[in-house]
């Protein structure tokens, strides 16, 4: 007889121990390590929205919010009782780093702090269509998080309108224009009749300007779906063909790199076309926000086509992969490979040194195809897509790295909210 009790008192033993384990607020526990799970932070602007799963235990009284500012050291900020697990701190201030960690409260007993989470808000967030991944994201303004996420078939352009709320996407295979709200959810479509290769919105005339593949035209339509007007292209456009809109000169311009050409067409003088021939292989292209005219990307540098068509060029040097251009001051970031060192750029020509170089990440920082600067007065921070990882890497003004986030394809279209 004694040979049955053993084991059965080992069994209950083990038993016993494996109850405890499951406490929550037990370090051993294996899914909770005896602390709370699933914290999510999120910023939007100036307020940081916190998350977490609930605990399940008996008594359980009330959740902690510790908080750091710009520093590691976390203290007690906040709690809530046992009912909520969401928490809103505002307003917070932009520019500097928060740190969030949860800890669960019984009458008697406290679990460990949860992971600790950070963020840095600011005055933007980031929108990035992402063509071969079928999705059109919302993210921080440090990069790090996803707001939110609405899927596509194949966004490949977008452009946003702060003044309506407003996101308008390009869905190439479908051959329509989605109109997004400010959450990305869908609430109107207008059908092209073409695949769109890209696209420019004219706040002041709330248009939509969109660069058709088959037809070889340009398609004008109001914010609300009505088409009013379209223009022949100025030659057949290739898939890598790009289109921005000069509201300075009233211009949009067209990049084709099969033809090495990019071309001008003026609004306000009956559609007459310019055209800029020997540019190699044009990719993306900005009007310039101060001075109007044409910022192209090519394979031998920057070029700048100015207003009265005198062409500037600027790293020529260097296979100059993207651009982006600082609308408040008109510095123009690049990403980009010197050919002669053979070693990797990124950095910024200074409008207010005659458009010097200033080299912000070196070879250390490699293959970067794509940059979206944040728009300020003086030297700005800025997001790039990095191939290899296919990592999107936000960096601070300094060129410092603040955030991460992963995966992305290759073809990308960033706008700011």
């Not at 057949?236 to 809109?245: A, N, Q, T």
């Not at 007459?272 to 044009?282: D, L, N």
Request: aromatic share 12%; charged share 20%.
């Amino acid at each position: 007889m004694k040979f049955i009790i053993i084991p059965i008192i080992a069994l209950l033993i083990i038993s016993c121990s494996e109850r405890e384990h499951l406490n929550p607020f037990d370090p051993e526990n294996p899914d909770t390590h005896g602390a709370p799970t699933g914290l999510v932070i999120v910023s939007n602007r100036n307020r940081i929205d916190l998350s977490w799963d609930p605990m399940d235990i008996n008594g359980l009284s009330y959740y902690q919010i510790y908080r750091s500012v710009d520093s590691y050291n976390l203290s007690l900020h906040d709690s809530v009782t046992a009912n909520f697990t969401y928490w809103v701190d505002r307003p917070v201030e932009y520019d500097r780093v928060y740190r969030y960690a949860i800890r669960a409260c019984t009458v008697d007993d406290v679990s460990n702090l949860s992971d600790t989470l950070k963020i840095i808000p600011g005055p933007v967030n980031f929108i990035i269509a992402d063509f071969y991944n079928f999705s059109v994201q919302k993210l921080t303004y440090d990069g790090e998080h996803v707001l939110m996420t609405n899927y596509q078939d194949s966004p490949i352009a977008i452009e946003v309108s702060s003044t309506l709320q407003k996101i308008f996407i390009a869905d190439y295979w479908n051959e329509q224009i989605i109109i997004s709200n400010w959450n990305l959810s869908s609430i109107n479509s207008f059908n092209l009749h073409d695949r769109p290769l890209d696209m420019a919105f004219d706040p002041q005339l709330n248009r939509l300007y969109i660069l058709g593949l088959d037809k070889k035209q340009i398609l004008i339509y109001s914010t609300t779906g009505m088409i009013t007007d379209s223009l022949p292209a100025p030659t057949s456009l290739p898939f890598g063909s790009h289109l921005c809109l000069d509201p300075k000169q009233r211009s949009l311009w067209i990049s084709v790199p099969e033809r090495d050409t990019i071309f001008q067409i003026n609004l306000s003088a009956s559609n007459r076309i310019s055209v800029h021939p020997g540019i190699h292989k044009p990719r993306k292209i900005y009007a310039g926000p101060i001075d109007g005219g044409c910022w192209a990307a090519t394979s031998e540098g920057i070029v700048n086509i100015e207003n009265d068509g005198s062409v500037n060029n600027y790293l020529s040097e260097y296979f100059i992969y993207d651009i982006s251009i600082n609308a408040e001051n008109g510095d123009v970031y690049y990403t980009g490979y010197n050919k002669n060192t053979q070693e990797w750029e990124t950095g910024y020509l200074n409008r207010l040194a005659n458009f010097e170089p200033v080299p912000l990440l070196g070879k250390e920082t490699p293959y970067l195809y794509c940059i979206r600067v944040v728009p300020v007065a003086g030297q700005s921070g800025f997001l790039v897509l990095q191939g290899g990882t296919w990592n999107l890497l936000r960096f601070d003004q300094n060129g410092n790295q603040i955030g991460a986030i992963g995966q992305y394809s290759s073809r990308l279209d960033i706008e700011l909210d």
